[in-house]
């Protein structure tokens, strides 16, 4: 699920963080740093359930609407097409779903009302009138309306993404990107096996963000003189805290992990300083870490495994 660049944003977060509190515990700071992966995982799991939890309130309006004291003939012989929509119903029935939900503790106890209003606000899209109108009933209909009735309407319910701020407010960081996850997870699904995402692709990117966090922390004081030495008089004071992190991670990967191209480190984050800093970041970050790189290939520092990763 979590990419490389999505794990240094994550590792620049935490640190910036880090050396703007007082407390300067590094196991608590990196039990905090795993603390935040998982919430990104937190928040797919969370979007899962909604479309579940969405199926469930349909099933019990149309089980309620049949003890009405005047029944009507959409209350007799009611359109199920919803409710026993082939997507939603293994989703639902999903083992791997459930027991991460419980892990979490993640449920819509007490968001009835929403609910509710979500769903008869989704009732009169087009899209969703359309699809119970259909004939016929298929897996790969049934997913297909869900991931365009998802990704148009459900996450863009100003009620729902209140919710979301109200638990998380991280969630907000990662919104976009765990959104396309879950409308990839839908698109992916074949009848009766579903693939949720795990967090991370493998173990070693798992490592790579914990390798990144630790050794930035201990050589932040020698990199910190590395980029004074290059700033031209110019007082590292001054430097913007974002800038200073962003060089000492990319020293980090240059410098202390064998496996990752220097070319590879330089672009992620020359790149990362023209979204996360000021707007002369970019050239900044660019113009120094350059510098010290043709120092580090003069005097032969930069000790890498493999073919090609030092170019």
Do not use: C
Not at 28 to 41: G, I, P, Y
Not at 59 to 64: C, G, L, P, Q, R
């Amino acid at each position: 699920m979590l990419n490389r660049r999505h794990l240094r944003i994550r590792v620049l977060q935490v640190l910036y963080a880090w050396q703007q509190s007082p407390d300067k515990d590094l196991a608590k700071a990196e039990k905090s740093f795993l603390k935040s992966l998982h919430q990104v995982e937190e928040l797919y799991i969370f979007l899962l359930l909604y479309i579940v939890e969405l199926r469930d309130y349909a099933a019990n309006f149309i089980e309620d609407s049949k003890n009405k004291k005047l029944l009507t003939e959409a209350d007799v012989n009611p359109n199920t097409k919803f409710i026993d929509n082939l997507f939603i119903n293994s989703l639902k029935d999903d083992t791997a779903l459930l027991t991460l939900a419980g892990a979490f503790k993640l449920s819509f106890a007490g968001e009835k009302e929403m609910i509710r209003n979500i769903y008869f606000t989704i009732r009169e899209t087009e899209e969703f009138q359309e699809y119970m109108e259909a004939e016929g009933q298929d897996f790969e209909t049934d997913k297909k309306f869900i991931s365009k009735l998802f990704g148009k309407h459900l996450v863009e319910e100003e009620i729902f993404q209140g919710l979301l701020e109200e638990k998380n407010i991280h969630w907000d960081d990662d919104f976009p990107f765990i959104t396309s996850m879950v409308i990839k997870t839908i698109k992916d699904a074949s009848e009766g096996k579903i693939e949720l995402s795990p967090l991370f692709k493998d173990k070693e990117d798992k490592q790579f963000a914990l390798d990144l966090f630790r050794k930035t922390t201990v050589h932040a004081d020698r990199f910190t003189e590395l980029i004074s030495s290059k700033t031209n008089n110019w007082e590292i004071e001054r430097v913007a805290q974002i800038d200073l992190l962003m060089m000492q991670m990319a020293l980090t990967e240059i410098l202390e992990m064998p496996t990752v191209p220097v070319k590879v480190a330089m672009n992620e984050y020359i790149d990362m300083a023209k979204y996360y800093s000021t707007p002369k970041s970019k050239s900044f970050v660019n113009g120094i870490l350059d510098s010290i790189l043709m120092d580090f290939k003069r005097d032969g520092a930069i000790k890498k495994t493999g073919r090609g990763l030092i170019e």
